[in-house]
């Protein structure tokens, strides 16, 4: 690994200003667990890394009806407990990240500053309608998670924010939610991921559908001809293949990688969004005028 | 800062030095401590082969630069037997079990279930594979490490009853 300037911060104020002055030539380092990586491999070499791990304030969580979650908070923090039962949606994507080894270090603030294809935290955020929320010197700003991804490991934030905590609104009543992910081994990034939110009216069709899918595109993304699609649907009698042949397809994109060819990432992709689909209607079966 | 004055805990035991800032958590164990029974092999953060424990939680100290372990307490393969003669119950269960061939994954095999045992993890054959993911074992099927790891449950189950 190439040397670098290595900074500790102790507070927010500190870390916006270090990244105020060292902008474009600054990593900042959360847990690690991707970017070490990288800076191994020399696919980045930041002439300065400003640690995040002895920044006070970023490790906070509030659950009540908003939830607000602290950027430096841990994949295990968020697999367990208490976000386990206010936001399962959350809790199952990052239980479902790496290792336990990576999930002991890994963060929130960590993976969508890193936005990979098919990252699992990012993907579940997006139909939770989380917002993130980032500081620089030139002041606050706030990021809506449908479009905070612009490109393959890209986000609109800037070089000099620093994503300070994730902001999740209170989630519809009754709501069940689905979560799916295709690898070949535990453990790896899936070649697939995808995630929904589905609501119920009272004769047991969906009424309204969040959705999800990352792995097949550049980044993670909401699926709106998918949303708008399930509307009125009766999963117990309609035909969810072909509906989601008529309403996905326009809205995916696959590209080729080492893993397969577009048109075979493209079909993970649906089949993995049907089974997150069919399990949030599995698990919104008795919620229904409850 | 290009060199920083570390300190932590290493196995109970107070330890200072210097270090270059890029310096990784399982360099510094290996090559400044000569702790060498932490390995590296992939570079990764896949292989798990240096796997330890900061502040009591199992990590891969490929993954951690040693100035992030700064004040933090490390535990490593050399700090789980009580003596020479009594080896730690994963130990003596991979032992008895012959859970290894060649035996490089087993330090960071050992870190890892030692963790999860620990977290109170009762495993069985199916469970115990899916939970060692992060480690890769090159020469078994993982049969004799899962034997070994649902075997040093079954003791530390009994030494704490």
Not at chain 1, 214 to 223: E, T, V
Request: charged share 20%; with cysteine.
């Amino acid at each position: 690994m190439k040397s670098f300037d290595y900074k500790a911060p102790e507070t927010v104020d500190e870390t916006v200003s270090l990244l105020a002055e060292f902008g474009s030539d600054a990593k900042l380092l959360a847990g690690g667990q991707s970017l070490l990586v990288l800076m191994r491999q020399r696919l980045l070499a930041p002439g300065v890394v400003i640690a995040l791990s002895h920044v006070a304030d970023l490790g906070d969580i509030e659950l009540n009806g908003s939830s607000s979650i602290g950027s430096m908070v841990r994949y295990k923090t968020l697999s367990q407990g208490a976000i386990g039962s206010a936001l399962p949606l959350l809790a199952r994507s990052a239980g479902s990240v790496g290792s336990v080894h990576i999930r002991n270090l890994g963060t929130v603030g960590g993976a969508l500053a890193h936005c990979d294809p098919s990252g699992d935290v990012p993907t579940a955020l997006m139909v939770l309608g989380a917002q993130y929320e980032a500081l620089s010197s030139r002041g606050a700003k706030t990021y809506d998670s449908h479009d905070f991804s612009v490109g393959l490991f890209e986000t609109q934030l800037a070089e000099d924010e620093l994503l300070v905590r994730v902001a999740v609104p209170p989630q519809p009543e009754g709501a069940s939610i689905g979560y799916q992910r295709f690898s070949y081994r535990e453990g790896e990034y899936p070649m697939a991921v995808a995630a929904c939110r589905l609501e119920w009216d009272s004769n047991g069709r969906c009424s309204a559908a969040t959705v999800a899918v990352g792995g097949g595109d550049a980044f993670p993304k909401r699926l709106p001809g998918v949303e708008a699609g399930l509307v009125g649907f009766d999963f117990d009698s309609g035909d969810l293949e072909s509906l989601l042949q008529d309403v996905a397809r326009p809205d995916l994109y696959a590209a080729a990688d080492i893993r397969g060819g577009a048109a075979w990432k493209e079909k993970v992709v649906m089949v993995t969004l049907g089974r997150a689909l069919r399990e949030g209607h599995a698990l919104g079966q008795g919620r229904v005028d409850a | 800062m290009r060199e920083l004055d570390i300190q932590m805990s290493v196995n109970e035991r107070p330890v200072k030095q210097r270090i270059g800032v890029n310096t990784l958590l399982r360099d510094f164990l290996r090559e400044d401590l000569e702790l060498t029974g932490t390995k590296g092999a992939c570079d990764d953060g896949m292989c798990g082969s240096c796997s330890v424990h900061l502040d009591g939680e199992v990590v891969k100290s490929c993954l951690v630069l040693a100035a992030d372990a700064n004040g933090r307490s490390v535990r490593t393969i050399e700090g789980l037997a009580d003596s020479d003669d009594v080896l730690h119950p994963v130990q003596q269960a991979l032992l008895d079990e012959f859970g290894f061939q060649c035996g490089f994954c087993t330090p960071g095999m050992a870190m890892t279930m030692v963790y999860l045992l620990e977290s109170g993890f009762q495993p069985d054959q199916e469970s115990a594979r899916e939970s060692l993911v992060g480690n890769i074992c090159r020469c078994t099927g993982y049969d004799r490490i899962a034997d070994a790891m649902i075997l040093a449950a079954s003791t530390m189950g009994e030494n704490n009853a």
